[in-house]
């Protein structure tokens, strides 16, 4: 049977949604590159929240080595672009 095809501008926007409900900073705010730490101001208490809810959302596991990758919307997408795709 084949995999179901992901659409992945419905994952992005339910990914900013849900980064902007923890965050709570606006999804208008939420530019893709925006860095979380310097320009957001998101904490890693925040940001081990993020992966969780994606985590469990997706029904994914984030590797451990990408996490610290999280820097911005962009990387997001691309771990959860490439963890989709197996």
Known sequence: MAKKKVDFDKVKKDVKKTISQITE???????????FTNELGIDSMMALEMVAAIEKKYKIVIPEEDIPNIRSLKNIY?????NLKK
């Open 25 to 35: 900073v606006s999804e208008e705010e939420l530019k893709e590159d925006a860095d």
């Open 78 to 82: 691309s771990i959860l672009e490439k």
